[in-house]
């Protein structure tokens, strides 16, 4: 079984801060994707990285794919409240169709 | 318009009922998934339909059977529920089944609570 590890596994900082949240895993995976989830509602996807060393940046946040393809980060830069929620990474392996998700990180930012 | 609705958003019942949930998508997506989210946030996925085929059948109990009479439809009918199936069901389409790397839409998710 594959697992994704987050961490924190919750966070809370003040608005204006950085933060920056990690999916490791000892598996190797073909792509990586990070979704945001806000309560009642269903995951939406942000970005996914497919080539190891990837960095994609979305408006204040950065997603790195680790070079060997095992693990990401998520970076958000002068956080607001707007970015709270749940951040879940997911990844995929070659060949498997399914997507594994990680153990999330719950993100509130305090006006 | 909604791309991906559930029906119910909140299903309470008593242990030992069968219940469904309803799921369409209006995005015209060949690929239709089932998860399931605990309450400490963790989804997992149950089974994945593509073009109304059965692809992806995780280690579900088979008190769990989902039905897909068309593209555009996954319904998941549950038996004899149990305390342990509280939880959130989510539905998901992606335009292709492609390694999961294709974006995947979700559904508001159903909230199931089994007295």
């Known amino acids: 079984t594959q697992l994704l590890e987050q961490s924190p596994q919750f966070l809370s900082i003040q608005e204006g801060e950085n933060l920056t949240v990690y999916c490791n895993s000892s598996?190797?995976?073909?792509?990586l994707q990070w979704y945001r989830q806000e309560p009642g509602e269903g995951p939406v996807l942000l970005v996914t990285?497919?080539?190891?060393?990837e960095v994609k940046k979305l408006k204040r946040l950065t997603f790195q794919f680790g070079d060997a393809r095992k693990d990401s980060s998520l970076h958000i830069t002068a956080a607001q409240p707007g970015d709270t929620g749940l951040y879940l990474c997911?990844?995929?392996?070659?060949?498997?169709?399914?997507?594994?998700f990680g153990t999330g990180t719950r993100l509130t930012i305090i006006p | 318009d909604t791309a991906v609705s559930q029906t119910p958003k909140y299903l309470v019942t008593q242990m030992g009922n069968d219940k469904s949930i309803k799921c369409e998508q209006n995005?015209?997506?060949?690929?239709m998934y089932w998860y399931k989210q605990d309450s400490k946030k963790f989804l997992k996925i149950m089974f994945s339909?593509?073009?109304?085929?059965?692809?992806i059948n995780e280690t579900v109990p088979n008190r769990f059977s989902p039905k897909s009479p068309d593209k555009a439809h996954l319904n998941l009918h549950i038996n004899s529920l149990e305390l342990g199936d509280s939880a959130v069901y989510f539905c998901?389409?992606?335009?292709?089944?492609?390694?999961?790397?294709?974006?995947?839409?979700f559904g508001p998710g159903t909230r199931l609570t089994v007295l």
């Open positions: 998901a389409s992606s335009r292709r089944l492609a390694g999961g790397a294709d974006t995947q839409y």
């Open positions: 598996s190797v995976f073909s792509s």
């Open positions: 990285v497919v080539t190891g060393g």
């Open positions: 995005l015209g997506h060949d690929t």
């Open positions: 997911a990844g995929t392996n070659f060949g498997n169709e399914k997507l594994t």
């Open positions: 339909y593509n073009n109304k085929e059965l692809i």
